[in-house]
């Protein structure tokens, strides 16, 4: 049954996530304002003039400015969604999106940026145990870029 429940749970985010990215195209601030906590915490990395998805979050910037449109939505588990999109040979970018209670709370932008999540332990007090799992295995995500794969881009590496 707790199976079940995550699964439901990733669905709706998932859900979320999309709605974020349709609302986003068509200007619907109001809709974007309703799936955003008042207090995301929101981080970036990239060229300062790439800032464009926490532009248009703010409202500084029109929904025009910088077309997103995704070409994978992962959910990770029962909180974080992984948005993934590129534009050519030049433009690549992954957001990662943490939801609670239906409302999206972080935000992680990576602009020209390869990204890899792992999976990392962590005790009860909420100090880091290791890795899950040996080697690689603790790798939960990894940039797909396919446009772009003879690039030299920056890589980071997220822990979650």
């Not at 619907?28 to 003039?49: C, I, N, R, Y």
């Not at 400015?65 to 970018?93: K, M």
């Not at 209670?101 to 940026?113: A, K, P, S």
Request: hydrophobic content about 40%; aromatic content about 12%.
């Amino acid at each position: 049954m707790e199976e079940f429940n995550k699964n439901e749970e990733e669905l709706k985010n998932q859900a979320t996530i999309n709605a974020l990215y349709k609302s986003l195209a068509s200007g619907d601030t109001k809709m974007v304002s309703g799936l955003l906590a008042s207090d995301l915490e929101w981080w970036f990395h990239g060229p300062q003039t790439c800032h464009h998805m926490m532009r248009m979050l703010t409202g500084e910037a029109p929904h025009t400015e910088f077309i997103f449109e995704p070409r994978s939505v992962t959910t990770l588990d029962e909180h974080i969604v992984i948005v993934e999109g590129y534009e050519g040979a030049n433009v690549y970018w992954v957001h990662v999106w943490v939801l609670k209670d239906g409302l999206i709370t972080r935000f992680r932008e990576y602009f020209n940026t390869w990204l890899t999540v792992k999976k990392l332990r962590v005790r009860p007090d909420g100090c880091p145990l290791g890795w899950v799992g040996k080697d690689n295995w603790s790798t939960v995500w990894r940039s797909q870029p396919r446009d772009l794969f003879r690039r030299s881009l920056p890589g980071l590496m997220l822990a979650i």
